[in-house]
């Protein structure tokens, strides 16, 4: 990975990370570390009052992709660094951020990162953060069901829906509920 130099000016600091970003993948590390570097060493004061304001002015993407993006940097950066591997993509790493606190949890969740399917990843981190995976979910007993209206693409609730045989009949009932 290449340093940029330090004297870089705020414009040319912004166009060197916009071109990052069009590259994607790998390049992602290194726009997180000069939007790291602008933040920290404030040289977004050379025309915005916030960091949130210059890189709304500045960028396509929201303020919460700029910190994953350093956060990244800042929890995943040496690993980053010493296997120069980011082909798995920097969204698993996104995802991990709030459960790296060390570097032994940031070098498993890298690792997690390289080794399982997106999918995988996603559950390995639900399931981190005790939230559901769609396994271990027992929602089914709690399901409604719902129907498009044919007419204006509303739906209807399954209460409302009993014993039709044709269209028509269920085109009978939506008009009535439609005027209710």
């Given amino acids: 990975m290449y340093e940029l130099d330090s004297a870089l000016n705020l414009h040319n600091r912004t166009q060197v990370v916009k071109k990052l970003i069009t590259i994607g993948s790998g390049a992602y590390f290194q726009a997180g570390k000069e939007l790291r570097h602008i933040g920290s060493t404030r040289q977004y004061t050379e025309g915005y009052n916030t960091f949130k304001e210059y890189i709304e002015h500045n960028y396509s993407f929201k303020v919460s992709t700029a910190y ?7 929890k995943f ?3 980053i660094e ?16 709030p459960l790296v606190n060390n570097e032994d949890s940031a070098k498993m969740w890298y690792t997690e990162a390289q080794e399982l399917t997106p999918k995988d990843f996603e559950y390995k981190v639900r399931e981190a953060k005790g939230m559901a995976v769609p396994d271990t979910c027992n929602h089914a007993q709690e399901l409604e069901m719902f129907f498009r209206c044919p007419d204006c693409n509303g739906f ?5 829906i009993q014993n039709f045989k044709t ?14």
Avoid at 82 to 97: E, N, P, R, T, Y
Avoid at 167 to 180: F, P, Y
């Fill in 167 to 180: 269209k028509e009949e269920l085109r009978t009932l939506t008009s009535k509920l439609h005027k209710e």
């Fill in 82 to 97: 010493a296997q120069g591997d980011m082909s798995f993509g920097i969204q698993k790493l996104f995802q991990a951020l």
């Fill in 68 to 74: 994953n993006l350093i956060g990244v940097v800042e």
């Fill in 156 to 160: 209807i609730h399954e209460n409302h």
């Fill in 77 to 79: 950066g040496s690993i």
